[in-house]
Nanobody, 126 residues
Framework: QVQLVESGGGLVQAGGSLRLSCAASGRTFSSYSMGWFRQAPGKEREFVAAMYWSGFVTSYADSVKGRFSISRDNAKITAYLQMNSLKPEDTAVYYC???????????????????WGQGTQVTVSS
């Protein structure tokens, strides 16, 4: 069992930056692939970024490529999402998720993930 707690959300002006953190419980964190997803009001949850458990694969949604960066610190059992050049359309609740699967080709899919955090709100004003 893995528990995930996101933090770092807030209100920021367009062009600003935020860093989201996802603190995990459990000693097997390093064996999980980690993903970030977001959900805006009235929309489905969508993929943002993911990192395979070994770190050799990262994946980003086209809408955030070049602006967002996913990372992890296994010693701190924490994953991060650095978000730069934020836009109003980035406004959403952001969720981190952990996957036990070794299928790195499906990192973009919600169904791959076994554990989810409660979400943190990110609001970008224009």
């Amino acid at each position: 069992q893995v528990q995930l707690v996101e933090s770092g959300g807030g209100l920021v002006q367009a062009g600003g930056s935020l860093r989201l953190s996802c603190a995990a419980s459990g000693r097997t964190f390093s064996s999980y692939s980690m993903g970030w997803f977001r959900q805006a009001p009235g929309k489905e949850r969508e993929f943002v970024a993911a990192m395979y458990w070994s770190g050799f694969v990262t994946s980003y949604a086209d809408s955030v490529k070049g602006r967002f960066s996913i990372s992890r610190d296994n010693a701190k059992i924490t994953a991060y999402l650095q978000m730069n050049s934020l836009k109003p359309e980035d406004t959403a609740v952001y969720y981190c998720a952990a996957a036990r699967s070794s299928d790195w080709t499906r990192l973009r899919y919600v169904a791959l993930y076994d554990y989810w955090g409660q979400g943190t709100q990110v609001t970008v004003s224009s």
